[in-house]
T-cell receptor, first 115, second 117 residues
Framework: DAKTTQPTSMDCAEGRAANLPCNHS???????VYWYRQIHSQGPQYIIH???NNETNEMASLIITEDRKSSTLILPHATLRDTAVYYC????????????????FGTGTLLAVQP | GAVVSQHPSWVICKSGTSVKIECRSL??????MFWYRQFPKQSLMLMAT?????????EQGVEKDKFLINHASLTLSTLTVTSAHPEDSSFYIC?????????????FGPGTRLTVT
């Protein structure tokens, strides 16, 4: 079972920041938070991941709360092409065996960017 | 990011026949590859994990004799759906993973849409 909780859907105006929340209250110290997205009828695309510090790359920023029980993915300037299902996934550190090492997808958040 | 390809992108086959789907990591070597299946309006479901040169590990409820996985090299994994039936019609997605420090980098192929008539 997925260890994260995300809203089913969200809307965002084009050009505005999209803030996608994720709860992972049972995350353990050896688990990362990963974000992927899936545009309709395509394979998932990696966005970003983090352990406890905030992370930023060319696609997005990841803000992780100090207690690590929740995080927010921020798309700074959403475009129509960002319309997709966004998945927040908790996954164990490399080298740790078992199910926690696999990417197990939950239901994700359908982000609809409106013109 | 790294590129994973799948072939074919779509396939239609008759009930009872077998279909092979190829997954390749184009610019990196993947020690581990994964196969997922996705039905319409549902999330991805992990089917199996394969490591180069060893037998695949299947998730609970996935028939290993029906979904044959071969991981012959660090850049190629194949999934063969044997004796396909209409209920096997789905979107099959492969994924390749490498270790990067303490975390993983995992990339997905574009998917293969299988329709069994």
């Amino acid at each position: 079972d997925a260890k994260t909780t995300q809203p089913t859907s969200m809307d965002c105006a084009e050009g505005r920041a999209a803030n996608l929340p994720c709860n992972h209250s049972t995350i353990s110290g050896n688990e990362y938070v990963y974000w992927y997205r899936q545009i309709h009828s395509q394979g998932p695309q990696y966005i970003i991941h983090g352990l406890k510090n905030n992370e930023t790359n060319e696609m997005a920023s990841l803000i992780i709360t100090e207690d690590r029980k929740s995080s927010t993915l921020i798309l700074p300037h959403a475009t129509l092409r960002d319309t997709a299902v966004y998945y927040c996934i908790v996954r164990g550190l490399a080298g740790y065996g078992g199910a926690t090492n696999k990417l197990i997808f939950g239901t994700g958040t359908l982000l609809a960017v409106q013109p | 990011g790294a590129v994973v390809s799948q072939h074919p992108s779509w396939v239609i086959c008759k009930s009872g026949t077998s279909v092979k789907i190829e997954c390749r990591s184009l610019d990196f070597q993947a020690t581990t590859m994964f196969w997922y299946r996705q039905f319409p309006k549902q999330s991805l479901m992990l089917m199996a994990t394969s490591n180069e040169g060893s037998k695949a590990t299947y998730e609970q409820g996935v028939e290993k004799d029906k979904f044959l996985i071969n991981h012959a090299s660090l850049t190629l994994s194949t999934l063969t759906v044997t004796s396909a039936h209409p209920e096997d019609s789905s979107f099959y997605i492969c994924s390749a993973r490498v270790i990067a420090g303490w975390s993983y980098e995992q990339y997905f192929g574009p998917g293969t849409r299988l329709t069994v008539t």
